[in-house]
């Protein structure tokens, strides 16, 4: 297991700590916009794929073009993320800075403002964030989406359990930790969006401000490399 997994109150790019944080941040999102705008998902494309296909086959099929945009807009986020990337591969800060202010802002607009370019917003910043923070130590992991991490949590479980090995028992946990945090999310998320509106945003907007406090912070506390020999 990586030595940064070990020391889970070390905020890095791929602690387990930031891991959750994001996969919180993740649920909340997908129950929000599903919640407030329409039933559309801004972070799971999956589910926006099937819906648009079901809505496409049923007899209100125009319906289906609202699950479009966001898909759209996701694809903009990851091509965005892979442009900064390559040019400011330290910067990562930055990524969630401007998903923090993007999500404050979109908690200003009025119920009346179009559900389309909200949820477009909204898959847009998520996926910067899933393009920018997708690892776990050396494990590659998705923080809006459960299916795949629902695999690795599963395999991981036979090879701790049945074989008793101490790397996949590690695994397990970690990803355990992640999906047990984004139906956490989820569950915020409907409720504050139910009882808040759109106004429930700024609570992730929040989240993720105290994360770049504490991703800042945490860098004074890691020890620096020592050079070879």
Same mark, same amino acid.
Request: glycine share 4%.
């Given at each position: 297991m990586d030595n940064k997994l070990k020391k889970w109150y070390i905020l890095t790019a791929d602690s387990l700590l930031m891991g959750m944080i994001l996969a919180l941040v993740g649920g909340f999102l997908d129950a929000?916009?599903?919640?407030?705008?329409?039933?559309?998902?801004?972070?799971?494309?999956?589910g926006n794929t099937v819906l648009f296909a079901v809505r496409a086959a049923s007899p209100e099929f125009v319906g289906?073009?609202?699950?479009?945009?966001?898909?759209?807009?996701?694809?903009?986020?990851?091509?965005?993320?892979?442009?900064?990337?390559?040019?400011?591969?330290?910067?990562?800060?930055?990524?969630?800075?401007?998903?923090?202010?993007i %999500?404050? +802002?979109?908690? =200003? @607009?009025?119920?009346?403002?179009?559900?389309? !370019?909200?949820?477009?917003t909204v898959a847009?910043?998520?996926?910067?964030?899933i393009a920018t923070f997708n690892k776990l130590g050396n494990w590659s992991y998705n923080s809006t989406i459960t299916t795949g991490n629902l695999r690795i949590?599963?395999?991981?479980?036979?090879?701790?359990?049945?074989?008793?090995d101490s790397e996949d028992m590690s695994k397990f946990r970690c990803f355990a930790f992640i999906i047990l945090s984004f139906i956490l999310g989820a569950l915020i998320g409907t409720y504050f969006s139910t009882s808040l509106?759109?106004?429930?945003?700024?609570?992730?907007?929040?989240? %993720?401000? +105290?994360?770049? =406090? @504490?991703?800042?912070?945490?860098?004074?506390? !890691?020890?620096?490399?020592?050079?070879?020999?």
């Open positions: 929000y916009t599903y919640v407030t705008r329409d039933g559309v998902f801004a972070t799971a494309q999956t289906a073009i609202q699950n479009v945009p966001p898909f759209v807009a996701f694809v903009a986020g990851v091509l965005v993320a892979a442009h900064m990337k390559n040019r400011f591969e330290r910067n990562r800060r930055a990524v969630l800075v401007v998903e923090c202010i %999500l404050f +802002i979109v908690g =200003f @607009l009025p119920p009346s403002f179009p559900n389309m !370019i909200i949820t477009m847009f910043v998520s996926s910067l964030q949590a599963a395999q991981a479980s036979y090879g701790a359990f049945v074989n008793h509106g759109n106004n429930a945003i700024w609570i992730v907007s929040g989240i %993720l401000l +105290i994360t770049v =406090f @504490l991703y800042v912070k945490s860098h004074k506390y !890691i020890e620096p490399t020592k050079p070879s020999k």
